[in-house]
C-alpha cells in the first residue's frame, strides 16, 4: 500500500515542542502555564486521536520532513504499533500536568517554570520517536529525550540529584553512541537505507549478510537502547529516583523507558524482522536473558523498604516482559509483549501518583511507616491496590491480559522455561506489592501517625491517581481497543 502524506504527523511532534515555549514564556504566571502545559498536552491527544481510524483502516500514513542522502531521510510515519504506545502516552501527559500542578504547589518545589518546559520536551522526544519511520530518526528522537530529562532528574540541584542525573546521562548517551550509533552505519551501509520494514516478518537487512555480523547488529541494538532497563545496563533507573515523583511517573511510565522498550521492539521487529530471528535462533536465547532482569529486578525489589525505589526495580523487571514476550515469536506472545506496553504505563503511572501522594500528605518514604495509612487514605491506598494487582497479573485489572498472552505465547513457543519464569516472577510481584497494601490497611498505626490525622492530598493529586487505576481496570475488563492495534502488526 502506498504511503498517504499526512501532516498530521508533523503537527503531533510540533504540540508539545510549542507547547514548551509557551510555558516558558507565560512562566511568572503559573496558573497560565500550566494551562499551557494542558492545552499543549490535550492538543497533541486529539492529532494522535485523529490517527485510529486511518491506522486501523490500514492506511500508512507518512510525513518526510527532510532527506540527507540517498536512502537517509528524517521522516515521520504512523502505524499500529505507533499507536499502542502515541495514544497512552499522550492521554496520560494529560493527566500528569494536573497530578504535576498539585505536587509541586503542594510541596512549593522551585524552578517550575523549567520543570514544566523540559516536560514537555520529553514528550516532543517520546512522540517523535513514536512516529519515527526509520531508524536514524528513532536514534535523534531517542538522545533528545535523553537531554531533556536531563534537568528533571537533576531537578533538586543538590549532591544526591547531580549524582543521579550524571549517571542517568552516562549510562544513556553512552550506550546509544557507543552501540546503536556504530550499528546504524553498518545497517546503512548492508542496505543503502534506515527505513523500517513495512511487515514484522521481512526485516531489511540482505539474506545474504553473514549471520554473526547479524547477530552482533541485533546484540548492540538490544543493548544499546539502555532505556529498556536490561540488565546489566539497569542502574540508572533506580539512581534517577532522586527526581520529584511526576518525574518519576514520567521517567517509568510514559517518555523515557517506554521510548527504550518501544525502540527495542521497533527493531527487533521492523529491522531484523520475525522470519531473520527464527532463522537465526535469536528468539528463546533473547527471552531467556531478558528473564534473568525479570527475575532478579524483583527479588532485589523485595528488599528496598523505600517505596519509590521499590517500584523502580519493579519496573526494570516489568519492562523485560515486554521484550521477552516480542521474542518469543509466536503471535501470542508478540501480542502479550505489545500490549503490556500500555497496560504497564496506566498501571505504573497510577503507582508512583499514589506514591506521590503519599509523600505530599504524610512526608513519608518508607515502606515500614505506612502502618494503617490505608484507612485515612482510602482512594490513594485503593487505587495503590488495584494497579498492585495489574502489575501481579491478577483480573480483572490490566496486566491480567498481557500475563495470560505472554503464558499463551510460552506455550505455543514449546519453552517450558518462559513458563517458569512467568509463573515465578508473579509470585515474586505478589511478594512485594501485597506487604505494602496489607500495612496500609491492616497495620496498626503509630501513635504520632494516630494523632497527626493524617488525609488524602490535594485533589488535584487524587483525582488523577483515581482515573488511571480506573481505566487500568477499564482495559483489563475491555482490552480490544489497544488488542485492535496490537493484531494489527501481526
Known amino acids: 500500500m502506498e504511503p498517504v502524506h499526512d501532516i498530521r504527523l508533523l503537527l503531533a511532534i510540533l504540540a508539545p515542542l510549542i507547547g514548551a515555549g509557551l510555558v516558558m514564556a507565560t512562566g511568572k504566571r503559573p496558573n497560565t502555564r500550566e494551562t499551557c502545559s494542558f492545552i499543549a498536552a ?24 527532510f532527506h540527507l542522502l540517498p536512502g537517509l531521510s528524517v521522516s515521520l510515519r504512523a502505524d499500529a504499533l505507533s499507536m499502542v504506545f502515541a495514544v497512552s502516552a499522550s492521554f496520560l501527559w494529560m493527566v500528569t500536568v494536573f497530578y504535576s500542578a498539585g505536587y509541586m504547589r503542594g ?44 534537568p528533571l532528574v537533576a531537578h ?9 542525573g550524571k549517571k542517568y546521562l552516562t549510562y544513556l548517551t553512552a550506550t546509544a553512541k557507543g552501540l546503536i550509533l556504530p550499528a546504524m552505519v553498518v545497517i546503512y551501509v548492508l542496505t543503502g537505507n534506515l527505513d523500517f520494514a513495512n511487515n514484522i516478518h521481512t526485516g531489511i ?14 546484540a548492540c541494538c538490544i543493548l544499546g537502547f539502555a532505556k529498556n532497563g536490561v540488565m ?73 523498604d523505600n517505596l519509590k525505589a521499590r517500584l523502580a526495580y519493579s519496573t526494570v523487571s516489568q519492562l523485560s516482559y515486554i521484550i521477552l514476550g516480542v521474542a518469543l515469536l509466536t503471535p501470542a506472545g508478540i501480542e502479550g509483549g505489545l500490549v503490556h506496553i500500555a497496560n504497564h504505563a496506566f498501571s505504573k503511572i497510577t503507582l508512583f501518583f499514589c506514591a506521590g501522594a503519599i509523600y505530599v500528605a504524610t512526608h513519608k518514604k518508607n515502606i515500614s511507616e505506612m502502618n494503617g495509612l490505608g484507612r485515612v487514605m482510602p482512594f490513594t491506598f485503593g487505587a495503590f491496590a488495584l494497579a498492585s494487582l495489574s502489575m501481579i497479573g491478577a483480573p480483572p485489572v490490566a496486566g491480567f491480559v498481557s500475563k495470560w498472552y505472554l503464558l499463551n505465547g510460552a506455550f ?17 510481584n505478589t511478594a512485594y506489592f501485597a506487604p505494602v497494601v496489607y500495612k496500609a490497611f491492616f497495620g496498626q ?24 487505576a480506573a481505566i487500568s481496570v477499564v482495559i483489563g475488563l475491555y482490552p480490544n481497543f489497544f488488542m485492535s492495534f496490537v493484531r494489527a502488526v501481526l
Not at 129 to 145: K, P, R
Not at 205 to 218: H, I, K, Q
Request: glycine fraction near 6%; aromatic fraction near 10%; charged fraction near 10%.
Open 42 to 65: 490535550a492538543t497533541l491527544f486529539i492529532i494522535t486521536a485523529s490517527m485510529i481510524r486511518d491506522v486501523l483502516g490500514g492506511k500508512h500514513l507518512y510525513f518526510c520532513v
Open 412 to 428: 505455543d513457543a514449546g519453552s517450558v522455561g518462559i513458563i517458569v519464569v512467568l509463573l515465578v516472577s508473579t509470585l515474586l
Open 232 to 304: 546489566p545496563f539497569h542502574n540508572w533507573l533506580p539512581s534517577a529516583m532522586v527526581a520529584p515523583t511526576p518525574v518519576s511517573a514520567l521517567l517509568h511510565a510514559v517518555a523515557v523507558v517506554k521510548v527504550g522498550v518501544f525502540s527495542t521492539v521497533r527493531v527487533m521487529l521492523y529491522v531484523f524482522g520475525v522470519d531473520t530471528m527464527h532463522a537465526l535462533n535469536l528468539g528463546l536465547p533473547t527471552a531467556y536473558f531478558v528473564s534473568i532482569t525479570i527475575v532478579v529486578a524483583s527479588i532485589i525489589a523485595l528488599s528496598k
Open 445 to 468: 498505626p503509630s501513635r504520632e501517625d494516630a494523632e497527626h490525622h493524617h488525609g488524602e492530598a490535594h485533589p488535584a493529586m487524587v483525582i488523577p491517581l483515581v482515573i488511571t
Open 205 to 218: 537487512l540482505p539474506p545474504d549478510v553473514n549471520r554473526w555480523v547479524t547477530t552482533a547488529l541485533y
Open 156 to 164: 533538586h540541584q543538590d549532591e544526591e540529584s547531580y549524582e543521579g
Open 107 to 150: 510541596l512549593n518545589e522551585h524552578e517550575q517554570t523549567r520543570f514544566n518546559t523540559c516536560f514537555a520536551l520529553a514528550l516532543f522526544g517520546a512522540i517523535g520517536c513514536a512516529f519515527s519511520d526509520n531508524l536514524l530518526t528513532l536514534y535523534l528522537f531517542y538522545e533528545i529525550v535523553s537531554i531533556c530529562t536531563y
